[in-house]
């Protein structure tokens, strides 16, 4: 027997604001149909298989790296292409590993500085 994700959980001092930012980033963990309240202590998006991406409030800032990340593909548009638009929502480049259009990652941070990684989409490059 083996144990299946249930959640992906972040800690956040804003839920709501954490939830509606990246509702906008991501195509395949949504919005509920009851939308987070500025003041929920836990907000989150709905994913593929009953998943969810929670943001839970807590009252101290991201002060070190995450021992743990998101790594984004995209599925519309290049690599680049999408490094600029969630840099556009409001992302921040914490280091850039691409090498070219066919090699490496870029790694973001959200908001509140949770570090991200934006790989090529599936198929592009070596």
């Given at each position: 027997?083996?144990?299946?994700?249930?959640?992906i959980c972040l800690d956040?001092?804003?839920?709501?604001?954490?939830?509606?930012?990246?509702?906008?980033?991501?195509?395949?963990?949504?919005?509920?149909?009851?939308?987070?309240?500025?003041?929920?202590?836990?907000c989150g998006l709905s994913?593929?298989?009953?998943?969810?991406?929670?943001?839970?409030?807590?009252?101290?800032?991201?002060?070190?790296?995450?021992?743990?990340?998101?790594?984004?593909?995209?599925?519309?548009?290049?690599?680049?292409?999408?490094?600029?638009?969630?840099?556009?929502?409001?992302?921040?480049?914490?280091?850039?590993?691409?090498?070219?259009?066919?090699?490496?990652?870029?790694?973001?941070?959200?908001?509140?500085?949770?570090?991200?990684?934006?790989?090529?989409?599936?198929?592009?490059?070596?």
């Open positions: 027997m083996a144990s299946r994700t249930s959640n956040a001092r804003d839920p709501h604001a954490q939830t509606v930012w990246w509702s906008r980033v991501l195509e395949d963990f949504v919005l509920e149909d009851e939308a987070p309240a500025p003041d929920d202590e836990e994913g593929p298989d009953d998943r969810y991406l929670l943001f839970l409030k807590v009252p101290e800032p991201k002060t070190v790296k995450n021992r743990m990340h998101l790594c984004l593909r995209p599925t519309d548009r290049s690599r680049d292409q999408e490094v600029q638009r969630i840099l556009e929502l409001g992302a921040t480049m914490v280091d850039d590993r691409r090498e070219g259009p066919d090699r490496g990652w870029a790694v973001l941070a959200d908001p509140e500085g949770n570090e991200f990684c934006v790989l090529r989409p599936l198929g592009e490059g070596a």
